[in-house]
């Protein structure tokens, strides 16, 4: 069935650091790809999605691209800041079907 | 808008008890639905529903039932706690390709 795989945390990083949480997935046809975030105490929002291969979502700095060829829909971000420590969940929907498979979710930890 | 609110926010319930967590949106979204998180397993999803007087199971749907009467509300139901229940739930709505959670409820079964 389909499968989201995420870089076991906690990523810990300093402010300004260069930040990327691997994520890949299995899944048949052309699924849509998430990124979600959780600030502590709170639900989850969306952060970016792609819904093609070689599409490239982006919010608030965070970028990821679509690579079908390796399967995955790494999140990276240049410059991180002590208001991104959060729970991060990368997820797909197969076929718009609106039901999402998550991945275990990555703790990042942005130290002053 | 208010968007998704649940209630409670919290809850403690003894093995064998029953209850029924809120779930509500003020945005006309046909698609609901409801996800459970644990630690180290990310959400997954427990029941859905594609309008008013439609729904379905997810991926783990068994001790729970649910009902869509209106298109606002979906009430999730815990017949008969057990342990196993306990965790952290969120109720969605969906838009287009946007999902929108509510602040979650963190159910404790002893």
């Known amino acids: 069935g389909d499968s989201v795989t995420q870089m076991e945390g906690p990523v810990t990083l300093s402010e300004e650091a260069f930040l990327t949480i691997n994520c890949t997935y299995t899944?048949?046809?052309?699924?849509?790809l998430f990124w979600y975030v959780q600030y502590p105490g709170e639900g989850l929002q969306l952060l970016l999605k792609?819904?093609?291969?070689?599409d490239k979502g982006s919010n608030k700095g965070f970028e990821a691209t679509y690579r079908k060829e390796t399967t995955s829909f790494h999140l990276e971000k240049g410059s991180v800041q002590v208001s991104d420590s959060a729970v991060y969940f990368c997820?797909?929907?197969?076929?718009?079907?609106?039901?999402?498979?998550f991945g275990q979710g990555t703790t990042l930890q942005v130290k002053p | 808008n208010a968007g998704v609110t649940q209630t409670p926010k919290f809850q403690v319930l003894k093995t064998g008890q029953s209850m029924t967590l809120q779930c509500a949106q003020d945005?006309?979204?046909?698609?609901m639905s409801w996800y459970r998180q644990d630690p180290g397993m990310g959400l997954r999803l427990i029941h859905y529903?594609?309008?008013?007087?439609?729904?379905d199971q997810g991926e783990v749907p068994n001790g729970y039932n649910v009902s869509r009467s209106t298109t606002e509300d979906f009430p999730l139901r815990l017949l008969s706690a057990a342990p196993s229940q306990t965790s952290v739930y969120f109720c969605?709505?969906?838009?287009?390709?946007?999902?929108?959670f509510g602040p979650g409820t963190r159910l404790t079964v002893t």
């Open positions: 969605a709505s969906r838009n287009g390709g946007e999902q929108y």
């Open positions: 899944a048949t046809g052309y699924p849509s």
């Open positions: 792609a819904t093609k291969a070689d």
């Open positions: 997820a797909l929907e197969r076929s718009n079907t609106g039901k999402l498979i």
């Open positions: 945005m006309n979204h046909e698609y």
């Open positions: 529903s594609v309008g008013a007087g439609i729904t």
